[in-house]
């Protein structure tokens, strides 16, 4: 069957009425071909500096799956993958404080290289939880890559070994981050417009 879909201009988007954001107009703050390009300068400065080794990377759900399907496509080193679920986030769009294990990864990391993946930092809450409890486990190293990062906000004790991009503090949805749950799918990444 085939399937006509009238191609969307990114300038008209809006968040779906079903959203409790619904109608708000958003922006593209980095195109798809933004996206793309880094995503592949990232995966190759990890590959050089990962070579002969085999990294397991490890996905924040739910944001980094996209992102991270994306960037283990393009490595040229082996590697496996595994998934950990934290909630820093309610269905609010600032920051609760408070962080949650939600899922646990399934591997053992013990004298592993551990690469954790996130689409976005924001006020470092997660990734320090993170480093901490994989610290835990006695790895040989864990390092951070993340798509965004949100250098302004941020309060961290450690560096982020890969960071795509530097972003302004706006709420920020498509490429795997959300608004109520939707909009992950969206290719580009989005902000909500200032009025
Ligand atoms: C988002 C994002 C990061 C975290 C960053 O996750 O994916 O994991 O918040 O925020 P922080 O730096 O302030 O801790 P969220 O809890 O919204 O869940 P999601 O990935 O399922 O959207």
Known sequence: MECDVAPVDPQELTVPVSSQFGGQALEVLLTQEQIQQ??????EEISHRYQGKCPIFIGV????????????????IDF??????ISSYGSE?????????LKDISANITDREVII?????DTGLTVKFLRNRMLEA????????????KNEIAILDFSIDYVGFNIPDRFVVGYGLDVDQK???LGSLYAFKES
């Open 38 to 43: 880094r995503v592949a300068e990232l995966a």
């Open 93 to 101: 769009t600032a920051s609760t404080g408070t962080v949650r294990l």
């Open 138 to 149: 006695g790895p040989t190293s864990v390092a951070f890559v993340t798509l965004l990062l």
């Open 61 to 76: 759900l739910n944001g980094s799956f996209i992102f991270m399907a994306d960037l283990v496509r393009k490595l040229d």
């Open 117 to 121: 993946v996130e689409d976005i930092v």
């Open 80 to 85: 496996e993958v595994d998934f950990i679920k």
């Open 183 to 185: 909009l992950r799918g």
